[in-house]
Structures are given as structure tokens and as C-alpha cells.
């Protein structure tokens, strides 16, 4: 009885967690869905410009890799439900044995009855008895014989209502495999129609490697930039402590360490420095998309934002530099506590440096390249003199 009992346990939990993942998956598949319509609307403000460009195939290519995403969430969920309507189809199949086990039995008892009605009178059966005792134990059997054939019509008629009910859930199981395929089909059909326009670009834009890199020299002079004024900052910090340690690392005040350390605990839950953004170049050494053999430091990450986006700080801190780059754009960088966070590619900063700000207060307006159409910030974070992956710091989406 007690091994019955664990085995039930075991197949409900096991019945609780398949439902649990099917809920994550669709969760899942929303938010994928999501990110592809955001990724459209970003595609179609690039796409105003007839030229080709290298954001546009970033996007593009960020958008290949959700869809393929989705197509996967699409397939595991079609196997969830494959493995459902397998179920259902066992308890189906159980419940049709059981239902005709029970008819059989039925008849013969309705059968054996009019038989027995025929042969047997029931009146004289219990007259006939030698005593009182006996003829109640006969009246007693004689209502029994009846209510068991009551109950068995009972259980009948609940076995066929389960097992239409079964069949009902089949039937709506099988609807939704059907349209999850066809969604799955229509994705593909959707990731074949990328693949050729990411071809094309790449072709395109494989014709402009002088103007490529152009804009990787302009990127690094721009990121060695950032990078000697965080080491500025470090150095002035140290300047002003009256004590330095023999390593030169950054003393922090009381109200600094609380900070760096509210900062610390909001690992993967800070807010973005857009409203709306799709990370379209990665943190860290990456593959340039088109000139061969050529890698890019990335510092930090470029997200897509849309044209006249405000970026805002991630979390309260000081304005610790506000940075003019030579194309006219300006960057952001932003102290909390033992932390920088830096907004690089602005058209305008509503801030000053020194200026205290709160969690997503406005520090500025993303710059929306003419050329291109597109409209990305490049955010970074740092602790002291070490970079920072934003990916596992930003809240995910």
C-alpha cells in the first residue's frame, strides 16, 4: 500500500513539474515573440536608409538567433504535447478496456435477472423462509443484488463521461500540436527569408571594407578613450584619500562601500539603460561580422534602441565625467560606489558632472546615426579598473 501510495506521488509531481515546463516554455515563446517584433521595428528604422549597414546587420543577425530560439521553444513544447496526448491516449485506451469489462459484467447480471425473474418469485422466496431471521438476511440479500446493480450502471455511465472527456482533451491536444507545427513551419519559412537577406547584406557590406575599417579604428581610438578616463577617475579618487594602499586600489568612504555594495546585491536585476533595447553586439572578444580574420574588444554591449530613446542610469550614483568625442557624441560615466557605468554614443546629456542621480533618472539622448538609421548605445560597466560583463548585471528580458 505504502509503495502504491510513492508511486502516485512520484507520477503527480512528475504530472506538476511537466506543467511547470510547459508554462515556462510558452512564458518563453512570449518573450522570444517579443523580442523579434522589437528587433522588426528596429530593422525597419535602418532599413529608411537604402544602404545597406553594419547595424543593420548586427540586428539582423540578433534576430536570426531569437528566431532560431523560437523554433527550438516551439519543438519542445510540440514534444510536450506529443508526450500528453500519448498519455491521454494510454488513459483512453484504459478507460475504453475498463467500460467494456463493465458492460459485459452488467449484462450478464441483467441476464442472470430475467432469468430469475422468470423461474424465482421473490414474495414467496422470502415467505418461504423457516423464521424471522431468516426472511430479513433474504430481503437484506434481495436489496443488495439490486443496489449493486444500480451502482454498476452508476459506474457505467461516469466511465463513458470520463472517457468522452478523454477524448475531448485528445481531441483539443492534438489542435494545439497541429498549430504549434504550423507555427513552427511558418518560422522557418520566416528564418529562411532572414538567412537570405543577411547574405545579401553581407555581400553588400563586404564590398566597403575601407569604410569598415575606418569605423573599427574610430571604435578603438573611442574605446581606448572611455578607458583612459576611467583610469583618470581611478587615479583622482586615489588623490584625494589620505591614506593609499601599497596596491593604489580605490579606498572607498563608508557611504561608498554601502553603495558598492547595494550595487553588488542587484547583480542581474538592474534595469536597463533603455526602455526598449535588443543587445546587438556582445561583451567581450567578438568575431567581426564581416572582415575576415578581424576581432573587436568589446568593453561592453550596443543595444538597439528606438530613434529619440532617453538613456537613463541604472542605478543611483554620481556623475563622475561627461566626455565629448571627436565625431561630436558624447558619453556619460556614472559612479556607484566602487562601480562605473558608462553611457557612450549620446547626442545630448541633461547631466553634470558631480551631479547626483537616482535609479533611471534620464542622463541623456542615444544618438541616431544619419547614415545607417540606427539608433544604438554602447553601455558598459566597470569595477575599478576591471570590466564588467552587463549582460549578467541588466535585468533579463
Known amino acids: 500500500m505504502k ?15 511537466e506543467a511547470q515546463n510547459r508554462a515556462d516554455l510558452q512564458q ?21 536608409n537604402k544602404n545597406y549597414s553594419l547595424s ?8 536570426i538567433s531569437i528566431r532560431t530560439q523560437l523554433i527550438e521553444t516551439i519543438q519542445k513544447e510540440v514534444d510536450y504535447i506529443k508526450e500528453e496526448i500519448e498519455g ?3 488513459k483512453k485506451s484504459g478507460l475504453e478496456i475498463e467500460l467494456d469489462s463493465l458492460k459485459v459484467d452488467y449484462a450478464n447480471l441483467i441476464q442472470q435477472a ?9 414474495l414467496l422466496f422470502i415467505l418461504s423462509s423457516k423464521d424471522f431471521q431468516q426472511a430479513y438476511k ?6 443488495q443484488i439490486a443496489q449493486y446493480r444500480q451502482i454498476q450502471a452508476e459506474t457505467i455511465k461516469n466511465k463513458q463521461a470520463n472517457l468522452q472527456k478523454s477524448i475531448l482533451v485528445l481531441k483539443k491536444q492534438q489542435e494545439i500540436k497541429q498549430t504549434l507545427m504550423d507555427n513552427k513551419q511558418v518560422e522557418k519559412e520566416l528564418l529562411n527569408q532572414e538567412r537570405s537577406q543577411q547574405k545579401s547584406s553581407l555581400s553588400a557590406l563586404s564590398k566597403k571594407e575601407k569604410q569598415l575599417k575606418e569605423a573599427l579604428n574610430s571604435k578603438k581610438k573611442k574605446r581606448k578613450k ?15 584619500k589620505t591614506e593609499i594602499s601599497s596596491k593604489k586600489e580605490f579606498l572607498s568612504t563608508p557611504e561608498a562601500i554601502a553603495l558598492s555594495n547595494s550595487f553588488s546585491s542587484n547583480k542581474g536585476k538592474l534595469p536597463w539603460p533603455v526602455g526598449k533595447g535588443l543587445i546587438i553586439s556582445k561583451f567581450g572578444k567578438q568575431k567581426h561580422p564581416i572582415l575576415s580574420g ?12 528606438e530613434a529619440h530613446s532617453s538613456c537613463r542610469s541604472v542605478f543611483q550614483g554620481k556623475v563622475s565625467s561627461v566626455l565629448t568625442m571627436p565625431n561630436g557624441v558624447k558619453v556619460v560615466m556614472i559612479r556607484h560606489g566602487e562601480y562605473i557605468s558608462v553611457y557612450s554614443n549620446l547626442s545630448e546629456v541633461y547631466v553634470e558632472k558631480g551631479e547626483t542621480l537616482d535609479t533611471k533618472q534620464e542622463v541623456g539622448l542615444v544618438y541616431t546615426s544619419q547614415q545607417e538609421g540606427s539608433t544604438v548605445v554602447d553601455f558598459q560597466l566597470w569595477k575599478g579598473s576591471q570590466k564588467l560583463n552587463p549582460q549578467y548585471w541588466l535585468m533579463r528580458k
Open 3 to 17: 509503495l502504491f501510495i510513492r508511486i502516485l506521488l512520484v507520477l503527480w509531481s512528475f504530472s506538476g513539474l
Open 28 to 48: 518563453r515563446k512570449k518573450k522570444l515573440q517579443e523580442e523579434i517584433q522589437w528587433s522588426n521595428d528596429a530593422l525597419k528604422q535602418t532599413k529608411k
Open 56 to 63: 543593420q546587420l548586427k540586428t539582423l543577425k540578433q534576430k
Open 88 to 90: 491521454n491516449q494510454q
Open 114 to 122: 430475467y432469468k430469475n425473474h422468470r423461474h424465482f418469485n421473490r
Open 138 to 143: 433474504r430481503a437484506v440479500y434481495m436489496k
Open 226 to 240: 572611455i578607458q583612459r578616463e576611467i583610469e583618470r577617475i581611478l587615479a583622482e579618487e586615489l588623490r584625494k
Open 294 to 305: 578581424v576581432y573587436v574588444e568589446n568593453n561592453g554591449v550596443e543595444i538597439a534602441t
